[in-house]
């Protein structure tokens, strides 16, 4: 039983995975929205010697740069990645996001339901609320700290595109983006912001699964609906919703400190996930970390919803095995 939670959790995932992919591609892209970047348009001052007219120029003069490019919404935002990189970009990273799935949710679905049946009442078939969320707990960080690397590839091909081309990685695929991470960076960049990997898996994981368990069984309870479709996606679309509001703020610190870029020689922009969230709200406003929110939502319902209703539905072809 304990493999067969992994199979029927790794195929349910890699589907919810693979079909939400452009919306968690904007997600991340909206969450970069702000940082100091190298601006490629930025207008540097005229030496007098090269300018048109040098009198109308003065020595000293001192040149403003043009204000930073407006935040857009989740729409807008996928639509620019459309016109400007092409419809291909939206699946940037895909194959990073298979890999990640396979390792981090495969890991997490197989030990919750593990957890779970060890930890269910016999007579009343139920576990309580508690105990399902520490079972998200465990199975949530265990994953995520096999699946860090994945992840950390998987946001650096999303968020390649929004830089200029010199600073572009240009990685062919996760393999790609793995295997230059640990000869450029070293290997112990594959596990950059795991601490914030695992708190944010703890947190998505614990009240995913936890609401997903917990609303279904107050449904079936109450005789509100039976168990079905129906349930399958009120039950998903709730539990998406209550995941999304508990971890974007880690979201958000997660994707900056796994995107930026650190060269030899030089100060990493972040020193770590404290650093990233000061830094952040300082510059930001504290509603910073509620960034990406509404791509957040749109895309934690939907993979919510196709995840538990493929894994209903996978378990009900696998039942007999």
């Not at 795991?194 to 898996?201: E, F, P």
């Not at 995913?208 to 679309?237: C, P, R, W």
């Not at 972040?270 to 406003?285: F, L, N, P, Q, R």
Request: proline residues 6%; contains cysteine; glycine residues 10%.
């Amino acid at each position: 039983m304990g493999v067969k939670g992994f199979v029927e959790g790794g195929i349910a995932s890699i589907v919810a995975g693979c079909s939400t992919h452009p919306l968690d591609l904007i997600k991340v892209r909206m969450q970069l929205q702000g940082e100091n970047l190298p601006n490629p348009q930025q207008v540097h001052s005229l030496r007098p010697a090269y300018a048109f007219n040098s009198a109308a120029i003065p020595h000293n003069s001192v040149h403003i740069p043009p204000p930073p490019l407006p935040r857009v919404g989740p729409i807008s935002a996928g639509v620019r990645i459309f016109q400007s990189e092409g419809v291909a970009a939206l699946f940037s990273g895909v194959s990073a996001t298979v890999l990640r799935q396979t390792l981090y949710s495969t890991t997490r679905m197989g030990l919750y339901d593990i957890l779970k049946q060890k930890w269910t009442n016999p007579e009343t078939g139920n576990m309580p609320l508690l105990s399902k969320i520490t079972a998200g707990l465990i199975a949530g960080g265990i994953g995520a700290a096999v699946g860090n690397p994945a992840d950390v590839a998987m946001v650096r091909m999303q968020a390649d595109g929004r830089l200029p081309s010199s600073q572009r990685r240009n990685y062919n695929s996760v393999i790609d983006a793995i295997t230059r991470m640990s000869k450029q960076e070293g290997v112990a960049s594959l596990w950059r912001g795991s601490s914030l990997t695992v708190n944010r898996a703890m947190i998505v994981t614990a009240s995913q699964l936890a609401s997903y368990d917990q609303i279904k069984e107050m449904i079936l309870e109450n005789g509100m609906m039976k168990d079905g479709l129906g349930t399958h996606v009120t039950a998903s679309f709730a539990a998406g919703f209550v995941a999304a509001v508990a971890s974007n703020p880690v979201d958000v610190i997660k994707t900056r400190v796994m995107n930026m870029k650190v060269e030899p020689g030089k100060v990493a922009p972040y020193s770590g996930a404290i650093d990233c969230a000061m830094k952040t709200v300082k510059a930001e406003g504290i509603m910073a970390l509620y960034k990406g929110f509404i791509p957040t939502i749109s895309r934690q319902g939907p993979f919510t919803v196709v995840l538990f209703v493929t894994l209903e539905q996978v378990r009900e072809l696998l039942k007999d095995f």
